[in-house]
């Protein structure tokens, strides 16, 4: 069975600077998507970025950007020059590819951003 | 353009009662998934459905069920609550083919089971 672990309950960062959370994942598949979900206390799971695993090119988006490790199984998501609307739990995800929309998620990061 | 959109925002039931959680996809979405969020917790997956039936399922028990409408709306149905169904309950919604649609999450339905 696939298992998402995050391994950070909670981190904190000032306003400004840069954070890095860590995740790491299970999986027998070769094919697959990586996923960093925030979830503000409005409660919606908004998408921050996306990994294919046969991509060896990390994504990035704006001030996201992930560190994907296909051998290591890890999957890290750093935010630069953090802002206090990054405040939020943040969700690593995995979903097999080929039609399944099942999310394996992750415990979650509760992110402080300090003014 | 609007959302996922989910109701009730929050409710509460007591043991042993029946609930029903609604959603309504973003539109032009035509797969809906149901999420249970215990506090503390990720999301875990409880079932999608396409084409008005029920796809891929994931580790809940025969109380939980759902059901998908002709205009893509979905109802996520709980029967026997138990204390431990209180959780917040998220709706997704997607478009096929589901690899190249990302999910879209509505707020979420918060359950209190007394």
């Keep these: 069975a696939q298992t998402v672990t995050q391994s950070q309950p909670e981190m904190s960062v000032q306003e400004a600077e840069t954070v890095t959370l860590s995740c790491t994942y299970d999986t027998s598949e070769s094919d697959y998507y990586l996923f960093w979900y925030k979830q503000p206390p409005s409660r919606q799971m908004i998408l921050v970025?996306?990994?294919?695993?046969?991509?060896?090119?990390?994504?990035?988006?704006?001030?996201?950007?992930?560190?994907?490790?296909?051998?290591?199984?890890?999957?890290?998501?750093?935010?630069?020059?953090?802002?206090?609307?990054?405040?939020?739990?943040?969700?690593?995800?995995?979903?097999?590819?080929?039609?399944?929309?099942?999310?394996?998620?992750?415990?979650?990061?509760?992110?402080?951003v300090n003014p | 353009d609007a959302g996922v959109t989910q109701s009730p925002t929050h409710l509460i039931k007591t043991r042993g009662q029946q609930v029903t959680l609604r959603c309504s996809p973003k539109s032009g979405h035509d797969t809906v998934s149901w999420y249970q969020q215990a506090l503390g917790q990720g999301p875990q997956f409880i079932f999608q459905y396409y084409?008005?039936?029920?796809?891929?399922?994931?580790?809940?028990?025969?109380?939980?069920?759902?059901?998908?409408?002709?205009?893509?709306?979905?109802?996520?149905?709980?029967?026997?609550?138990?204390l431990g169904d209180s959780a917040l309950y998220l709706c997704a919604s997607s478009r096929r083919p589901i690899d190249n649609s990302p999910l879209h999450f509505g707020n979420g339905t918060r359950l209190t089971v007394t």
């Excluded at chain 1, 990054?86 to 979650?108: N, T």
């Excluded at chain 2, 028990?61 to 709980?78: C, I, W």
């Design chain 1, 49 to 112: 970025i996306r990994q294919e695993a046969y991509k060896q090119q990390n994504a990035t988006e704006n001030r996201f950007s992930v560190n994907f490790q296909k051998a290591a199984k890890s999957f890290s998501l750093k935010i630069s020059d953090s802002q206090l609307g990054d405040a939020a739990m943040y969700f690593c995800a995995y979903r097999i590819q080929g039609g399944s929309e099942k999310l394996v998620f992750g415990k979650g990061t509760k992110l402080t």
């Design chain 2, 51 to 82: 084409e008005e039936e029920e796809r891929q399922r994931g580790n809940f028990p025969d109380r939980f069920s759902g059901h998908q409408f002709p205009n893509y709306s979905s109802e996520l149905n709980v029967n026997a609550l138990l």
